[in-house]
């Protein structure tokens, strides 16, 4: 399974990013896939996921402002960031898990930096 993320960049307080993830190479019974964060200051929390049957949920920090949606074939999912703050600065990572070998297997993409300038 391969994972490519996308969209990351530099944004000033209030603005808008979109991040893309297109997962390649899948084998296997998709289970959920998602977007992680990790700053210099924190380890790497999750911010959105979203199910093979489409349920989403989100960090308390980004509810309201950050909505994870997904194509239908579920090949790529989509984080649409907006009103945007400094606190969001991270390298954002995309995360699937699928089920396959009799087991779940986690899988990462390269990460994509999202800078917000105050």
């Known amino acids: 399974v391969q994972l490519q993320a996308s969209g990351g960049g530099s944004v000033r307080h209030g603005g808008s990013l979109r991040l893309s993830c297109a997962a390649s190479?899948?084998?296997?019974?998709?289970?959920?896939m998602g977007w992680y964060r990790q700053s210099q200051e924190k380890q790497r929390e999750v911010v959105a996921t979203i199910t093979a049957s489409g349920i989403t949920a989100y960090a308390d920090s980004v509810k309201g402002r950050f909505t994870i949606s997904r194509d239908n074939a579920m090949n790529t999912i989509y984080l649409q960031m907006n009103s945007l703050e400094p606190e969001d600065t991270a390298v954002y990572y995309c995360y699937a898990a699928y089920y396959y070998a009799d087991a779940v297997n986690d899988h990462w993409g390269q990460g994509t930096l999202v800078t917000v300038s105050s």
């Open positions: 190479r899948y084998i296997g019974r998709l289970i959920i």
